[in-house]
């Protein structure tokens, strides 16, 4: 036996004055009384003093000493030198992605890995230490190594189920590479309690191969052979989920929207059920499906909705996991752009935009005096000499302004370079459009311009001028005479121009599968005034705190289903209001939200690999027995014990 | 100092709102069997030839024609015996048993003086150490209150019965015995009291304890010691046995408020922080002698 700590032997030397102090107290205390006739009469009445009566200081001070004895070498820690040869080191990696929320083990999937890490937490033996990996949506390390089995334990029932997608090989291969840190001679092992829904399952459980290569990190070795297990949870229960549910803006209609939902079937057996479609709570579509096993359904809805809302849609199929029966998307709303056309007269471009409805068109001939905010301004050839503040969309200037030199006229000019990119050129194409008589323009101030198409002697055709009082744009297309406005290209040219003026309002933003990021920029919503903060509200309702200064930044991983708001926190919103599950639309207004749906075939499918299930009784649990406490444990408890019967006998003896 | 000026006066105070006291009806109320020469009307009996004319009731004589001799009560003075207990016994307590009892004898002793009855202290232990022989008027007191402070405490083997044996012997009219003691006598009170009862004596018990007497608070392992008879017990105290020694020293308490009960006799029982003038006060209450 070996101690830790021998110097706390010392301790032993207060047996000194127990001793000493056992000796004193022989001398009993003297107590004069008036008389002890009365102590007498009391004291015979009792039994005479038996051996034990006789004895029971000598045995008082025996117990003393063996208290004494064991609270010392607890304090010195003592061990056996087999403890430290059979030491383990051991990761526990918890599967907590969205499959392992499947309610086919009961309460779930989630609840008995935890419930299984914490037997193995229990079985622990003095000296092994564990750490705790997380594997739903991102890897993460919960609890770096640590032999203090409590701290473990609260970690494993504080880890939250996610609906993310499941990342097991990437938490065993930080599992590994933590074990790979430590090289002490400690058994290792890597213990995964999942349900076997991961890439890469068949591979998991073999050794990595021993690396070769001279230049391996040290813990090349310890990486390879540290063992994986496998505690498989779950049954082959049948799934039916929604994998897929976009929303995107119509082509041809500007109030139009086409939804895409796909439904998979993880079972071994064909499926009846509907699908539901909800717009704000109102049904728009309903569709009976029959799915065979295993199999695939996809269908692109196309609706009209100008007002938007919330998207939902439901599966009235009762299974297992919860997450994937619905799915949501934000459909923005498409507001009403005011637009005053300026010009001498032209058909095309009058009914360009008389066609949208989305546009309130105003035509003058004149430029008017006052232009209210938000109003897009289209001059066609007559240009002031200074663009007045505010939006506006310059087609064919016959004149100079203060933004651009208007030069000679070019002949035919071809489209040579367009700015893919830009949203302004989505979905146009303008090399083969004939612009005869296009004007050549010089901008003014270039650091402002950005030039969307330009002909093949490098004159600018098509640009964009971000001036800090409003945005302009400017076509040098002389609508008469080329083809352009014969060309698809010209409406959406047109639509493209009225919505970038618009600042992107009405975008759609896709719904994002769970566990992704989302990326956030300062044109999704109007920023809040100083002093306000942001806060990210999960579909839970917890709220996270943003930064609200930042104009771009990036937010996630959103690991729950629902609809994620950006709100903005201010006096008038408590945070009770806003964590409550229902959130009301006069606490808060929501300034973006963002739609999240589980949509990975692979979380759906909820059954485990037929082949590990089989194994799944080979991960047999560690037996802790009297060996989970260290030795100071049990020489405490004794002293324990030791201190209770001396001072049951105290009692016995004085008090009682 | 034990008896000072103001004890003095505090005595005075007593005397003049106590002078019924001994002549009520619960100390103890002796008047003579004797007809004689009294003021106190008792009866009326026939003349006879020789009797004393100044003793004819006229008035009967007048009405009646019947020749009837008046017969007083006559008054002699009463003898108070104080029988005070100066075992080693008394010594305890804070203050100790013993200085209340001195004050308590001298209280009811000057009461008595000043109601011109004759007092007497015997003072005892294993057996009779002092005597303050019987005595009468005010102006005695202050000797009384002498002999009591030059008292000690003294003896090992307290008995009232052999005490009381050797007293009733002394020829001596017969009157008021106050013991005042804590009867702690292994030997037993009681023989000594139905001793003075025997012999016509009217026994009254003045009985002090100390609080720590009848709630002891001491546990654990202790040597005893008998500060009487300095004999020493080991002994463990339990909660137990205090609730034993307790149980018993009621029971005692009430033995001995029991065989006051039982014979009529007056019987006082007090602790020993109290004052001597509340006790007395409380005495007199007990007897209606004062509101």
Known sequence: ??????????????????????????????????????????????NPRSIWQRLRHLVSLLLQLAMLLFLALALADPFFSWEVRSARRIVAVIDNSASMNSTDVKPSRLADAKRQAEQLIAGMRHRDEIALVAAGTQPQVIVGFTSRQKTVRNAVQFMSATDGPSHVSEAVALGRRLLGERQDGKQQEVIVFTDGRFDGVENLSSPVPVANDAEAPASGEALAQAPVKLQIIGTRTANLGITQFQVRRSLVDPLGYEILAEVTNASDQAVECRLEVELNGEAIDVVPLKLDAAGKWSQVFEKTSASGGHLFARLNYEDTLVADNTASAVLPRREVQPVVLVTSGNLFLQKVFEV????????????????????????????????????????????????????????????????KDSPLMSHVRLDNVLMPEARQLTPTFLDQTQVLAEAVTKEPLFFAVNRPE???????????????????????????????????????????????????????????????????????GELMPLPASSDRMTIGPLDQCGLWTILEESAGNSPAELTSPELKSETAIPLLEIACNLASATETDVRPPEELLEVKTNVSPIMAGLGSRPLWFWLLLLGLILTTVEWAMYQRRVIS | MLFDGDFLKKLEYLSLISRRVFRGSVLAQRRTKQMGGGIEFADHREYTPGDDFRHMDWNIYARHGDLLLKRFQEEEDLHVYFLLDCSRSMGFGNPAKFDLARQVTAALAYIALADLDRVGVIAYSQEIIADFPLTRGKDRILSLLRFLERLELQGSDTNLGRIVSSFVLRPQRRGLAVVVSDLFDPNGYERGLDLLRHRTYEPHLIQIHDPAEARPQMLGEIELVDVETDSVRKVTITERALREYRRVFDQFQAGVAGYGKKYGLGCTQTTNDVNFEDLVLRMMRAAGAVN
């Open chain 1, 470 to 540: 409003g945005r302009v744009l400017v076509l040098t297309v002389n609508l008469d005479k080329g083809d352009l406005p014969l060309r698809t290209a010209f409406p959406i040219t047109v639509a493209n121009a009225l919505h970038w003026f618009a600042g992107n309002k009405g975008d759609l933003r896709e719904s994002l599968a769970a566990g992704s990021l989302a990326t956030v920029t300062s044109n999704d919503f109007v920023r809040p005034a100083k002093g306000q903060t942001l806060v990210l509200r999960s579909p839970a």
């Open chain 1, 356 to 419: 949208n409805p989305l546009v309130k068109l105003t035509v003058v001939a004149e430029a008017p005096a006052t232009i209210p905010a938000g109003t897009v301004v289209v001059y066609h050839r007559v240009t002031p000499e200074k663009i007045p503040p505010g939006l506006a969309f310059v087609i064919d200037p016959a004149n100079t302004s203060d933004l651009f030199e208007v030069g000679e006229p070019i002949a035919n000019p071809i489209v040579t370079r367009q700015d």
């Open chain 1, 1 to 46: 036996m070996q101690f830790d700590s021998p110097s706390s032997l010392g301790w032993l030397a207060l047996a000194v004055p127990i001793v000493v102090f056992y000796i004193l107290k022989i001398r009993l205390r003297r107590q004069p009384v008036s008389t002890v006739m009365f102590w007498t009469q009391v004291l015979d009445e009792q």
